[in-house]
């Protein structure tokens, strides 16, 4: 594992998501904002609530749950938006934004504070585990990012 790689703990951010945490590095959050006034977008998946104005910029905010296949996913507005560092740096807006259901947390990772999960993972989720007593899933950031790049063309002109 990496944190035994390291000899150290990984700081990590907890995103509260529906029933389940998603737990990512701290580097790749830029910022938590509380929610803001998301401009929809037409004709653009359902994943994709619209954009946030952000530093000069227009960011797309992605609905997790919804981008990760689920179909009953309450439209309201979210608590927070977590601004999210592109991991892939060769195409793509720089920033993205993902809506969650709460404050997100700083927690650090240690090989001892997880324990593997054997459960369905939805499309846009690398792995399921426990940490501590909370059940937490690692998003596949690669998979939200190339459905941003892939969505494009068809609803994020003028980003």
């Given at each position: ?27 790749c ?34 609905r ?32 993205y ?63």
């Amino acid at each position: 594992m990496i944190a035994e790689e390291l000899g150290a703990d990984i700081n990590c951010v907890l995103l509260p998501i529906g029933k389940l945490g998603l737990l990512v590095p701290s580097v790749c959050v830029a910022e938590v904002l509380p929610w803001r006034r998301i401009r929809e977008v037409n004709n653009s998946p359902d994943w994709l609530l619209g954009t946030l104005a952000w530093r000069g910029d227009a960011i797309p905010v992605v609905r997790f749950e919804t981008i990760n296949g689920a179909t009953n996913v309450q439209k309201g507005e979210s608590e927070c938006v977590a601004v999210m560092n592109r991991c892939r740096t060769a195409h793509g807006e720089p920033f993205y934004a993902i809506a969650t259901d709460g404050l997100p947390r700083m927690v650090q990772v240690g090989e001892e504070d997880i324990v593997a999960e054997h459960m369905h993972l939805g499309i846009a989720e690398s792995a399921a585990m426990k940490l501590g007593t909370e059940q937490v899933r690692i998003p596949n950031l690669g998979y939200v990012e190339d459905q941003l790049m892939n969505a494009r063309p068809a609803g994020l002109r003028g980003l």
